[in-house]
């Protein structure tokens, strides 16, 4: 009984309520940092199960995409826009050869735009855009955001991003871009397709995300331990 009631005594002092607070503060942002893991597991899991999905056209993709959608193959038909095109550099050939990834734009029939990869060119290549109508199918990408856009109309830029692309070429664009991988009719000239940067089959579950979230809430449950400890340490060090 008299443990009891030190224990009850020393929970009661200004430290122990502080350290209280300062364990359920920890305790909070260590379950959100471990949902957050969570939810980025799930959503890489979404991401590349998309892509076992029957293709669709990229109009009846929702706006603004979510993660489900990316890695979803998906077709338009419609026209390149010749003025609206780009160059992204130091990108690489399905051979790893660097060179030149082409951005245009991509007028679908319903009026709408959207940023598609037409494919890889050696650096400064030339390359021939159609004038008609074209069914495109590729494979549906989040816009990239590893460095900044940086880059202009005449030269070069970084990464494809279609809120910055929109605003080079001020239009409107539907959210995110399409690395395509087949097009007919194939003009001789067009650029070499290149790979999907995301994946687009069903892979093994993110262990290493999910161990992340369970890091966190275990380090919760850490904290809770040390607290008891400290607790009950100092108690019998006054018995």
């Known amino acids: 009984m008299r443990q009891s009631s030190d224990l009850a005594s020393r929970a009661k002092t200004p430290a122990s309520i502080l350290a209280v607070l300062a364990l359920i503060g920890v305790c909070v942002l260590f379950f959100f940092l471990g949902k957050w893991q969570w939810d980025r597991t ?17 109009a009846e993709i929702q706006q603004p995409m979510n993660s489900k959608d990316f890695g979803r193959s998906v077709s338009a038909v419609g026209k390149f826009i010749d003025q609206d095109q ?25 009026g709408q735009r959207v940023a598609v990869v037409r494919g890889w060119v050696p650096k400064g290549g030339s390359f021939s855009t159609p004038v008609s109508q074209v069914t495109v199918e590729g494979v549906l990408h989040p816009s990239e955001s590893f460095y900044d856009f940086g880059g202009d109309q005449s030269g070069e830029v970084v990464v ?5 692309l929109s605003e080079l070429w001020n239009i409107e664009l539907l959210d995110g871009f399409i690395v395509i991988q087949s097009q007919v009719p194939l ?10 940067t995301i994946s687009t089959a069903d892979v093994a579950f993110p262990l290493q995300n999910f161990f992340y979230a369970i890091q966190w ?9 040390i607290y008891i ?7 019998k060090l006054r018995a």
């Open 187 to 196: 003009d001789s000239g067009a650029p070499l397709f290149v790979p999907p």
């Open 86 to 110: 780009v160059r992204i550099g130091s990108r690489f050939s399905p051979d790893s050869i660097s060179g030149d990834w082409i951005v245009s734009a991509f007028e679908l029939s319903s």
């Open 42 to 58: 799930q959503d890489i899991l979404d991401a590349e199960r998309a892509a076992t999905f029957a293709a669709v056209s990229v």
């Open 160 to 164: 494809i991003d279609s809120q910055q």
């Open 217 to 225: 809430w275990v380090f919760a449950l850490f904290a809770v331990a």
């Open 229 to 235: 400890r400290w607790l009950v340490f100092g108690s």
